[in-house]
């Protein structure tokens, strides 16, 4: 089994940043992606930045392109999410999550039933 549990989440002001974390445990050899999503109050789960697990490869949806970057560690089982010039259009539960479906195309990482493993989330509110 796999278990993700991110922390980071909180209250930001527009303009500002937040950087979340996702540590994963279990089978984590088994990884071949990792990715971020977001859910807002009666809007379906939003993709936002994936990452190979081996190699790095990584794909954000347009609407994070240069203010959001995903990275991890493999040693630590993390994955990050870096997140500048926040917008209160952003405010919802942040979701990581992991695929473990081998031949997976970094093509399809933004694609939610990519992924078998999710998190239990992390608010993230920006007010107006």
């Known amino acids: 089994q796999v278990q993700l549990v991110e922390s980071g989440g909180g209250l930001v002001q527009a303009g500002g940043s937040l950087r979340l974390s996702c540590v994963a445990s279990?089978?984590?050899?088994?990884?071949?992606?990792m990715a971020w999503f977001r859910q807002a109050p009666g809007k379906e789960r939003e993709f936002l930045a994936g990452i190979t697990w081996r190699n790095a490869n990584t794909d954000y949806a347009d609407s994070v392109k240069g203010r959001f970057t995903i990275s991890r560690d493999n040693a630590k089982n993390t994955v990050y999410l870096q997140m500048n010039s926040l917008k209160p259009e952003n405010t919802a539960i942040y979701y990581c999550?992991?695929?473990?479906?081998?031949?997976?195309?970094?093509?399809?990482?933004?694609?939610?039933?990519?992924?078998?493993?999710w998190g239990q989330g992390t608010q993230v509110t920006v007010p107006r």
């Open positions: 999550a992991a695929s473990t479906k081998t031949g997976l195309s970094w093509t399809a990482l933004g694609i939610v039933s990519s992924y078998n493993y």
């Open positions: 279990g089978r984590t050899f088994s990884f071949y992606a």
